[in-house]
């Protein structure tokens, strides 16, 4: 309790209580009901849908065709972070994620601030892929019964114009609302049945990918990729810059990594699992990326996607000259989304509950309904907040905010690999480790996020910046004063 206020800052959670003796001695906490295969569809689940179903009508604008490159940069930096993932999630498999690992490695102010990031991060790419999943729907049901959701329903009220934000009263954005509302029903159900029924939806959302790439390669032109840069610099993105400001959107879809470590808690045997989860998630991901990113440009001609709903039906409907097949991807994009926006808002609602646990926000977000296992009021906090923006806010307000949270985060990992690998001093438990030392890897993730984050627009950094004003005033009135660590001084 005589603690100075850098001590307090700087205070750590030790690594043997943040693993699993807390769960084993609380008979209302998370159950241990994952493993490896619907662990690792949790991975896939987060990650693809998002970059590949709704994002490359935002990236290939800025790009061209090069966004390929776009995708593989996102890749390879998310690679070297998955690796420091990898190792961290070996050694505290606790719920929470990279807020758990910033708390055992450099402190709790930063944790407090890294929570905020995964907070902001989880809410928004939630409410960005539901948005996404209404065009699809409304795709669906235009080529299944020739019907269309009427636009005051299907628009949100605050949207981007050509001259700025525009606001629109009476309209409101229905169809992510009502997904939202099934996703908190099957989340308040348990984890195990959620997470079964998410590895069901990323096998459809897989095989109806490979439906996409056969398809589209059958309309393959190679003239699609010539310029291969963006050549228009009215923007400033001709060239290299647009790669980069390409790779700096779509990396968000890369959340799915973070989601798999959020699970650590709740997953059988976590210090093999995990690990291993985390980059089969990462190679999946990567190769069904790419393969849709190359077909998707080489049946259509870069300047198309601008502004492009339902993209990938619309160019199976080019391709073929027929609805069918626009309809099957668009039937599978409606499930496929589904399962991105059930383990966005599950990685979220599993953070809270950590944060909570930890006496850093009040205690109603860790109570856990003792015949489901899932935090109650956590979920419905969460699909309310959710279901609002999805709701109300045009998604073009959302993607580079979802990336900015998602390179901190993976930012903050890097820092932790050398900061455990110190306090062990050697004597770590035998297992994963990151590659050439704890230095370079995490180094080079460092180096590439930043990087990526220098092309996000000013707007981003500006609402960012908001945000965490927020964050450190909540944490300065309420979470220092009633952190457990603080009680147990």
């Known amino acids: 309790m005589n603690q100075t206020l850098v001590q307090k800052l700087t205070r750590i959670k030790p690594v043997e209580t943040s693993v699993e003796r807390e769960h084993a001695t609380n008979s209302q906490g998370l159950s241990r009901s994952i493993g490896l295969f619907p662990l690792t569809m949790i991975g896939v689940g987060a990650t693809i849908g998002t970059g590949i179903f709704f994002t490359m009508v935002e990236a290939v604008p800025k790009a ?43 402190g709790e102010f930063a944790a407090f601030i890294m929570a905020a990031c995964l907070l902001l991060e989880y809410g928004l790419a939630a409410s960005a892929t539901a948005i996404g999943w209404s065009s699809y729907l409304n795709n669906f049901l235009e080529n299944a019964f020739h019907l269309q959701i009427p636009e005051m329903l299907r628009s949100p009220m605050i949207v981007s114009g050509p001259k700025g934000t525009e606001f629109h009263p009476g309209h409101v954005n229905l169809p992510p609302v009502l997904l939202v509302c099934l996703c ?18 990323v096998l459809i959302k897989l095989a109806i990918l490979i439906f996409f790439v056969v398809i589209a390669f059958s309309g393959f032109d190679i003239n699609n990729f010539t310029p291969f840069f963006n050549s228009d610099n009215s923007k400033g993105l001709a060239g290299m810059p647009g790669v980069m400001a390409a790779a700096g959107t779509v990396f968000f879809s890369f959340i799915g990594l973070d989601t798999v470590a959020t699970a650590g808690e ?47 039906a619309v160019i199976l409907q080019n391709v073929t000259g027929k609805a069918w097949p626009a309809l099957i991807l668009s039937a599978g994009a409606v499930i496929s989304v589904f399962s991105v926006t059930l383990v966005t808002i599950y990685g979220q609602t599993r953070i809270l509950y950590a944060i909570s646990r930890d006496g850093l926000i009040p205690k109603s977000f860790q109570t856990v309904n003792p015949r489901t296992s899932a935090p109650v009021s956590n979920t419905v906090i969460v699909c309310l907040v959710v279901g609002l923006v999805s709701g109300l806010v045009d998604a073009t307000f959302l993607w580079d905010m979802v990336s900015m949270g998602t390179l901190t985060a993976f930012m903050v990992v890097s820092v932790a690999v050398p900061v455990l690998r110190k306090r062990e001093n050697g004597k770590g438990e035998a297992g994963f480790r990151v590659p050439f030392g704890p230095y370079l890897v995490p180094g080079m993730s460092i180096l590439a996020c930043l990087y990526m984050m220098r092309y996000l627009s000013p707007a981003t950094y500006r609402i960012f910046a908001v945000w965490m004003t927020v964050a450190v005033l909540t944490y300065f009135f309420y979470g220092i004063h009633n952190s457990r660590l603080n009680k147990q001084r």
Not at 78 to 98: D, H, Q, W
Not at 188 to 201: D, F, P, Q, V, Y
Request: with cysteine.
């Open 266 to 312: 709740e997953v059988r045997d976590p210090k093999r699992n995990v690990p291993i989860g985390i980059l089969a998630a990462l190679v999946i991901v990567t190769v069904f990326y790419l393969l849709v990113a190359v077909a998707a440009l080489g049946a259509q001609p870069a300047a198309k996607f601008e502004g492009q709903e339902a993209g990938l």
């Open 64 to 106: 061209g065709p090069s966004v390929i490159l776009s995708f593989l940069m996102a890749a390879i930096t998310a690679g070297l972070t998955a690796l420091c993932y990898a190792e961290l999630s070996f050694r505290i498999p606790a719920s929470g994620s990279s807020y758990s690992f910033a708390y055992a490695t450099v």
């Open 184 to 201: 908190c029903f099957l989340l308040l159900r348990g984890t195990k049945e959620s997470a079964t029924t998410n590895a069901i939806m």
